[in-house]
């Protein structure tokens, strides 16, 4: 039995267990008196989402906040882990998992990431792709609380298959006069040995005048938090060498370490206005604004495994060949980098709400709604490169020339590599140390830049109606309709450079002999000394590795063009230039305009320029609710609610392009690239100094549109079997329409080039091309939802509940030949076949499983103990069928991997659990939390690897201790990650992935003060 199956057992055994006395000792109790038990903190926060879930006509869990600014955990997302079938992703980019945030950011809902995200029931996304909520943006402070919908009523607003979040805030009608709150902590977290505060402060009033009553609610929250993560990584293992008389493979190229420090200052204000003139005529007026502002800084070095028949005998190797170790003898490609990325993102909610009862039986509200989202980005990194004592022998670049400089007089380092253990380890002598961290041999490589600018707006409008008929309903049955109309217009732009990779002084796999001499800068050239900083990485994983030379954090944050300025002395023969030289970025202004005016890729130096898009829904609903006493002729009270839904969705999409191929160079002349006609033709003129190459042609395409129409059944039913126990059934159709970098307007046409032989054009090999797909229409589901819910107290529950999705129309990859004019000019020539890859809709899959729950306080038990409960939870995921995703069609890697058979569904756990141990009484509100969560794919082909990176099972043990005194006042401490657990990760496919990544988190700890009047 694994250690999976051990904790499973454990968890389901003690549950029942569990249950089972307490419920045995909550009946005992019952022929006892038992004292009074004042309902505040934690447990109150239990009732309240209790509540909410058993009174509620669909499938919904909930997390509340009963105390101003306590949601249970620091952030939304870190709070919705604890929900039965949602996981969290502590990663932001899951194609590029090295980066590990580690705060927490993306949920999943069984197993699903199409999650659709709502604000007080409205929609809200992010300007990053415009459909989701990146939920890192929004404050855990302003919530009062969090409900996630797992199958939808036809009333909802549309566009999620795995659930929907819908976020709460307060509003002053909610309290019955006046309150006023604050709450104030800091925390510290313990790599990055650092403490940041946080503030937040609420003042709500209603008043009663003459001319109707007033009530107004104004929250404003401001944080700052930081994060460190560490870690030591390897490449894919697919260096297959001799070892014995078998094989042994070796990390491709590299291993490493890296530390990121991750801060952001973010700020977030809730005004809500309500105004009541009479009992049958109500307005709501919120306004929502948050800002946040993440900056990363990320330092790291490497060095090169090498797999010459010389180095073998220093190895060591794991019995399925896994190369676990050794000695580096003078080990080449040490290096190291400076990466430093800002953010500025904002978003932005006002709605105006008016609702009208003109009978008892009828309620009308007309909402609307203005949303916009702000997302810029800036990144700059600078490779460095430290020289040693390197042999020759046996390296040839993809010329088959040596072009490996020599340094006789530089350091040998041979630092000792041990991954046997769970725990990695490397060392370096002092000497070696010394060399590493000496600017004298430290040498610029390359540098790379990029920028994003990307904005979205929605406006929407609704009008709803209920009417409920009186007495028992018509016909016994039928309680109430309701029905309504949706329209919501959605803009959405980005603006993304491509990640602008060149070099500067020397890359030695990169034309080594061809920058040396002369062009080689070194890191202690007088010019550029005042701007080096020694940065000390410190203790990760266990590992003193040694301090690197790099230019300074602060140097790299500013504009990219002074960047270059300071580059300028350090630029040997290399190529790079900023982007904010070539697109007239002005300044650090986030609101930078200027990058991408036009749709030219070539004049912005990026495949696939500007993506603009339009989107308009049109959604009509009708639910009918029911309910009857004596369901089939027993007395057995049934109610819930049939509807439907029919959306229409118009998408426009703006100009695009067809783009023809650069070739970067003819290395053999002008001459040799005219004798290929079909490829000239092409890319248009060639280059009258035969160096320069052929320049590349953009051909703008028409805009256009692109319309469809779902039509969304749901169905709800509940059986109320006994005052405490209750069965549900619940069926709907739901839809997520395509993220818009999947249906941006382009294609890009690539040929096979011999690099071994001056560029020819391979006219043999099939010529390909990939782009976006404007006609890409929605991924569907069928939704089944079952359930059995036992509710023995306010605080007390116990339930079972199983579910399945039927899916159909993924979004994956697909090649088909098109047919293109040869000449983007105009000319004569027959059309060229290109092999073209889209993201297409296809497929089919399923995904199944169940979800157990159980929470309870002993309430049974004498004196102190009855203050002790507890929570636990348990999710089985089942996955059929179905694929992912690939981000970019013109990468080659990403395309294969996404045919590779057995890879699951990325981000996926098969099994997620959460226990928790609470105590509430004289005061006191303690939780333990522990939430785990199985290995899953994070990605099927990850940045740079071009494999797939999993994520090995993960567990987190969290915890909280508050005290209430003088009736008003709480003080607290609030503790994350209590075990430090280290995350691994694996590379590979599904028949060999070894470990791939070591990375340690932030432990934290919070002092927190609230106070409530």
């Known amino acids: 039995m694994n250690k999976f199956e051990q904790f499973r057992t454990v968890l389901l055994c003690g549950a029942s267990l569990v249950a089972v006395g307490v419920l045995s000792g909550a009946a005992l109790a019952q022929e006892q008196p038992m004292e009074t038990v004042t309902v505040t903190g934690i447990r109150a926060s239990l009732q309240s989402a209790q509540a909410i879930k058993q009174k509620s006509d669909q499938v919904v869990d909930s997390i509340t906040a009963v105390d101003i600014g306590a949601l249970p955990d620091r952030s939304v997302a870190e709070a919705l882990q604890r929900v039965p079938g949602v996981q969290l992703t502590r990663t932001d980019a899951l194609r590029d998992p090295v980066r590990y945030g580690g705060t927490g950011n993306g949920v999943f809902i069984r197993g699903l990431s199409w999650v659709s995200s709502l604000t007080n029931g409205r929609d809200t996304f992010s300007a990053s792709n415009g459909r989701t909520l990146s939920f890192a943006d929004i404050s855990a402070n302003l919530m009062a609380g969090v409900?996630?919908?797992?199958?939808?009523?036809?009333?909802?607003?549309?566009?999620?298959?795995?659930?929907?979040?819908?976020?709460?805030?307060?509003?002053?009608?909610?309290?019955?006069?006046?309150?006023?709150?604050?709450?104030?902590?800091?925390?510290?977290?313990?790599?990055?040995?650092?403490?940041?505060?946080?503030?937040?402060?609420?003042?709500?009033?209603?008043?009663?005048?003459?001319?109707?009553?007033?009530?107004?609610?104004?929250?404003?929250?401001?944080?700052?938090?930081?994060?460190?993560?560490?870690?030591?990584y390897t490449q894919r293992y697919d260096v297959k060498v001799p070892v014995g008389t078998g094989s042994g493979y070796l990390p491709d190229s590299t291993i490493g370490w890296r530390t990121i420090d991750w801060t952001q200052a973010r700020t977030a204000f809730d005004l809500s206005l309500q105004y009541r003139p009479n009992e049958k005529l109500e307005f709501t007026l919120t306004g929502i604004y948050s800002k946040a502002e993440p900056h990363e800084g990320e330092y790291a070095a490497s060095l090169n495994v090498d797999s010459d028949a010389a180095?073998?005998?220093?190895?060591?190797?794991?019995?399925?060949?896994?190369?676990?170790?050794?000695?580096?003898?003078?080990?080449?490609a040490v290096g190291n980098d400076t990466r430093v990325g800002s953010h500025h993102n904002t978003n932005a909610d006002y709605s105006l709400t008016a609702k009208y009862n003109p009978t008892d039986a009828l309620e009308i509200t007309a909402d609307l709604q203005y949303s916009e989202s702000r997302a810029y980005f800036r990144s700059m990194a600078v490779f460095m490169n430290v020289i040693n004592n390197r042999r020759t022998s046996s390296h040839a670049d993809w010329d088959g020339n040596n072009k490996y400089v020599i340094w006789p007089s530089a350091p040998i380092i041979s630092p000792k590599v041990d991954f046997s253990g769970d725990d990695p380890m490397i060392s370096y002598t002092s000497t070696e140390a010394s060399a590493v961290q000496n600017p004298k041999n430290?040498?610029?490589?390359?540098?790379?830049?990029?920028?994003?600018?990307?904005?979205?707006?929605?406006?929407?409008?609704?009008?709803?109606?209920?009417?409920?008929?009186?007495?028992?309903?018509?016909?016994?049955?039928?309680?109430?309709?309701?029905?309504?109309?949706?329209?919501?217009?959605?803009?959405?732009?980005?603006?993304?450079?491509?990640?602008?990779?060149?070099?500067?002084?020397?890359?030695?796999w990169f034309g080594g002999q061809d920058n040396m001499a002369a062009a080689v800068k070194y890191a202690d050239d007088a010019s550029m000394t005042k701007d080096m900083t020694l940065r000390n990485l410190g203790t990760i994983l266990g590992n003193n590795v040694p301090s690197v030379w790099l230019v300074k954090a602060s140097s790299l944050m500013g504009d990219t063009r002074d960047t270059a300025k300071l580059l300028a002395t350090a630029k040997g023969t290399g190529g790079w230039t900023p982007y904010a030289n070539q697109v007239g970025c002005q300044g650090v202004d986030y609101k930078c305009q200027k990058i991408?005016?036009?749709?030219?890729?070539?004049?912005?130096?990026?495949?696939?320029?500007?993506?603009?898009?339009?989107?308009?829904?049109?959604?009509?609903?009708?639910?009918?609710?029911?309910?009857?006493?004596?369901?089939?002729?027993?007395?057995?009270?049934?109610?819930?609610?049939?509807?439907?839904?029919v959306i229409k969705t118009e998408v426009s999409y703006g100009a695009g392009y067809t783009f023809y191929p650069v070739i970067a160079a003819c290395w053999d002349g002008a001459a040799l690239c005219a004798s290929n006609a079909a490829a000239a033709k092409f890319v248009g003129n060639i280059s009258s100094d035969g160096t320069k190459g052929l320049g590349g042609k953009a051909i703008t395409s028409s805009p256009g549109t692109h319309s469809y129409t779902n039509v969304l059944p749901s169905f709800n039913f509940r059986a109320h079997l006994s005052d405490q126990l209750q069965a549900r059934v619940a069926y709907s159709q739901a839809m997520v329409r395509p993220d818009f970098?999947?249906?941006?307007?382009?294609?890009?046409?690539?040929?096979?080039?011999?690099?071994?032989?001056?560029?020819?054009?391979?006219?043999?090999?099939?010529?390909?091309?990939?782009?976006?797909?404007?006609?890409?229409?929605?991924?569907?589901?069928?939704?089944?939802?079952?359930?059995?819910?036992?509710?023995?107290?306010?605080?007390?529950?116990?339930?079972?509940?199983?579910?399945?999705?039927?899916?159909?129309?993924?979004?994956?990859?697909a090649t088909a030949p098109e047919s293109y004019a040869p000449n983007p000019n105009g000319g004569s020539g027959p059309n060229y076949i290109f092999q073209t890859t889209r993201t297409m809709n296809g497929g089919k899959g399923s995904v199944e499983g169940f979800e157990f729950a159980y929470q309870q306080f002993f309430d049974g038990l004498p004196g102190f103990w009855a203050g002790f409960g507890l929570q636990a939870n348990y999710t089985k995921i089942y996955n059929h069928g179905g694929g992912n995703a690939v981000q970019n069609v013109n990468e080659e890697a990403q395309r294969n991997n996404h045919l590779q058979a057995g890879l699951p569904i990325e981000g996926m756990s098969n099994d997620s659990a959460n226990l928790a141990l609470l105590y509430a009484k004289y005061g006191v509100d303690f939780r333990l939390a522990y939430n785990w969560r199985s290995r899953y794919l994070m990605t099927s082909s990850a940045a740079n690897i071009n494999q797939p990176i999993w994520s090995r099972n993960f567990g987190q043990l969290d915890s909280s201790v508050f005290y209430d005194f003088l009736d008003h006042y709480k003080v607290g401490v609030q503790a994350t990650n209590l075990l430090n657990t280290t995350t691994v990760l694996d590379v590979g496919y599904t028949d060999y992935h070894p470990r791939y990544d070591w990375i340690d988190t932030d432990r934290k700890i919070s002092l927190i003060f609230r106070a409530n009047w």
């Not at 001056?758 to 797909?773: E, L, V």
């Not at 569907?780 to 079952?786: H, I």
């Open 147 to 232: 409900d996630v919908y797992k199958n939808p009523t036809a009333k909802m607003i549309e566009g999620g298959i795995g659930g929907t979040v819908d976020l709460r805030t307060r509003k002053p009608f909610d309290a019955d006069g006046r309150v006023i709150a604050a709450s104030a902590d800091v925390t510290y977290g313990a790599l990055v040995d650092a403490a940041t505060p946080s503030v937040n402060v609420l003042v709500s009033d209603r008043w009663d005048t003459k001319i109707g009553e007033f009530g107004a609610l104004f929250s404003a929250d401001y944080q700052v938090q930081k994060n460190r993560t560490s870690s030591i």
């Open 741 to 813: 970098s999947y249906t941006q307007n382009y294609t890009s046409l690539s040929f096979n080039w011999d690099s071994q032989h001056g560029g020819m054009f391979r006219a043999n090999d099939p010529y390909t091309a990939g782009g976006g797909n404007p006609n890409l229409k929605p991924m569907s589901a069928q939704q089944y939802d079952a359930s059995l819910e036992y509710y023995f107290s306010s605080t007390g529950s116990l339930s079972f509940a199983i579910f399945h999705k039927t899916l159909s129309n993924y979004f994956l990859t």
């Open 311 to 332: 180095y073998l005998p220093n190895y060591k190797f794991a019995s399925d060949g896994t190369w676990v170790g050794g000695t580096m003898v003078n080990s080449l």
């Open 596 to 645: 991408y005016e036009n749709n030219d890729p070539k004049a912005d130096n990026v495949s696939g320029g500007i993506n603009k898009q339009a989107e308009v829904t049109y959604a009509g609903y009708f639910v009918a609710n029911f309910a009857n006493d004596g369901f089939l002729g027993y007395d057995l009270p049934v109610d819930g609610n049939i509807g439907l839904r």
């Open 442 to 508: 430290n040498v610029f490589g390359a540098a790379m830049d990029h920028v994003e600018n990307n904005y979205a707006h929605n406006w929407a409008g609704r009008l709803d109606a209920t009417y409920r008929f009186q007495g028992k309903g018509l016909g016994g049955w039928l309680q109430s309709v309701e029905f309504g109309y949706r329209q919501e217009n959605k803009n959405a732009i980005t603006r993304q450079t491509g990640w602008n990779w060149d070099t500067l002084s020397y890359e030695d």
